[in-house]
């Protein structure tokens, strides 16, 4: 298979994992075939992971020559570990809930603008946070998205405060997540897989109170609801949720292995124009002028910012390297001075 095939097919396949989640999640949780049991759906999903984790490590260590499998570490529980991991765990709760209670208000077509503030967060956060500054180029993007996101609120025909307020929060929680994921790293040695089952593991345990707490459990009590509950197809529906869920992490590794952190980057950017478009097909939403433009804005400011990222941190390194091989032109100088002068003194 040629590079050219082998890009295509694992963009593609983004695509339509992605995707694909999103939609299966929003039905999960809607219409009358549906619970509208958001942490309970994302409870399963957090359970389902971290025993396909498991299970996978436990098939590595049985196949050492399947190579793929070998990504997959042998997991054992480690209490200590699990402790240092509870202050990311809070972050991705927090991420996770509010993106499926986003998702549960606001249509599917309005969904990438609702959760847009993302990168508005992380220049917040990784200023107050890390002391991190920002480009004039940055801020530019951000205002793009800012105005794409104020624009398109006001165009949504179906339009939810709820939503849109659960999206914000979402977006913080996606920018914390992402600091503290740097931060515990180095406690699971960088593996992501060890990350993700200790991770999701306390996650499902962090879950449960919340499903008490929300009424999640009184609804699914529900007649109507406990109905579906023994319903084959809605667990398969489930499982099929929470496959994705797991699938979208290896697809994204091998996006971003195969062509760049960069290209994975406006490869997500397409893919929520495609997302929108589809919704708007598949569930026929009404929609505005406003509405398409705000998604234009927050798309193409999302676009513009990772590609600013990108070249700022790629010069940023260049600076770094540049530095130390001048730093180190000085210190050869002086040791073949030092070497001249002793010959000269010994002469």
């Known amino acids: 298979m040629s590079r050219a ?10 695509f339509v994992v992605s995707i694909t989640l999103v ?3 929003k039905a999960l949780m809607t219409g009358d075939k549906a619970i509208p049991a958001p942490m309970f759906v994302t409870w399963f999903q957090c359970v389902f992971t971290f025993v396909l984790i498991w299970l996978l490590g436990v098939a590595a260590e049985h196949n050492p020559s399947v190579a793929w499998l070998q990504q997959f570490p042998k997991q054992t529980f480690d209490v200590d570990i699990a402790k240092k991991m509870l202050s990311l765990t809070v972050m991705f709760v927090g991420m996770v809930s509010f993106n499926q209670l986003c998702l549960l208000y606001v249509e599917v077509s309005f969904y990438n603008v609702a959760r847009s503030l993302t990168i508005v967060c992380n220049v917040i956060f990784s200023y107050f946070l890390l002391g991190e500054t920002t480009s004039q180029k940055t801020i530019f993007c951000l205002a793009i998205v800012i105005f794409g996101f104020f624009i398109g609120a006001e165009g949504e025909v179906n339009f939810s405060l709820t939503g849109t307020v659960f999206g914000v929060i979402s977006s913080c929680f996606v920018s914390l997540n992402s600091i ?8 699971v040695r960088g593996n992501k897989w060890v990350l993700a089952f200790y991770n999701n593991l306390n996650a499902s345990i962090m879950f449960l109170p919340l499903i008490y707490i929300t009424g999640e459990m009184d609804t699914m009590a529900d007649p109507k609801y406990a109905a579906l509950l023994r319903s084959p197809s809605y667990w398969f529906s489930m499982f099929i949720a929470g496959f994705l869920g797991f ?3 290896i697809v994204t590794v091998m996006q971003i292995t195969i062509t760049s952190p960069l290209t994975h980057n406006i490869s997500g950017t397409a893919k929520a124009c495609v ?3 589809l919704a708007l097909m598949i569930f026929g939403n009404d929609t505005t002028v406003n509405a ?4 234009l804005m927050t798309v193409l400011g999302s676009g513009i910012y990772a590609y600013v990222r990108m070249g700022e941190e790629e010069a940023a390194k260049q600076a770094k390297a540049a530095a130390v091989a001048a730093s180190a032109v000085p210190l050869t100088g002086v040791a073949v001075d030092g070497n001249n ?4 003194q010994r002469s």
């Open 5 to 14: 095939s082998q890009v295509a097919g694992v963009v593609a396949l983004y």
């Open 23 to 25: 939609f299966v999640n």
């Open 180 to 187: 503290w994921t740097k931060k515990v790293g180095p406690i």
């Open 247 to 249: 699938a979208i992490g």
């Open 275 to 277: 997302q929108t478009v």
């Open 292 to 295: 398409m433009l705000g998604v």
């Open 341 to 344: 002068q002793q010959q000269q």
